[in-house]
Nanobody, 119 residues
Framework: QVQLVESGGGLVQVGGSLRLSCAAS????????MAWYRQAPGKQRELVAG??????NYADSVKGRFTISRDNAKNTGFLQMNGLKPEDTAVYYC??????????????WGQGTQVTVSS
């Protein structure tokens, strides 16, 4: 069974950095796309960063501060977050479109990891 496991969240002060990881496991043939979303209390889930092939896309609010990347050999995605602000506080979710070794393609979500930014 394919699944995504997130890690790296936690409490950090304003201006600090965190690196989120999203490890995919199971019968994986390829990870077609990877993205990071976040959801703060009372707000809709929003796309933070996306990676399709070699193309990246970032929300305006994080552009220049966050970087999405992937280690294909380890089937792991990352979100490097620098210059964190209180408004970055949210639960962050990894999302990926994965092709299994049987050829089945589906969209998967991680369990979410809390990021809290305080002064």
């Amino acid at each position: 069974q394919v699944q995504l496991v997130e890690s790296g969240g936690g409490l950090v002060q304003v201006g600090g950095s965190l690196r989120l990881s999203c490890a995919a496991s199971g019968s994986i043939a390829s990870i077609n796309t990877m993205a990071w979303y976040r959801q703060a209390p009372g707000k809709q889930r929003e796309l933070v960063a996306g990676l399709i092939g070699s193309s990246t896309n970032y929300a305006d609010s994080v552009k220049g501060r966050f970087t999405i990347s992937r280690d294909n050999a380890k089937n792991t995605g990352f979100l490097q977050m620098n210059g964190l602000k209180p408004e970055d506080t949210a639960v962050y979710y990894c999302n990926a479109v994965i092709k299994s070794r049987t050829g089945f393609v589906a969209n998967y979500w991680g369990q979410g990891t809390q990021v809290t930014v305080s002064s």
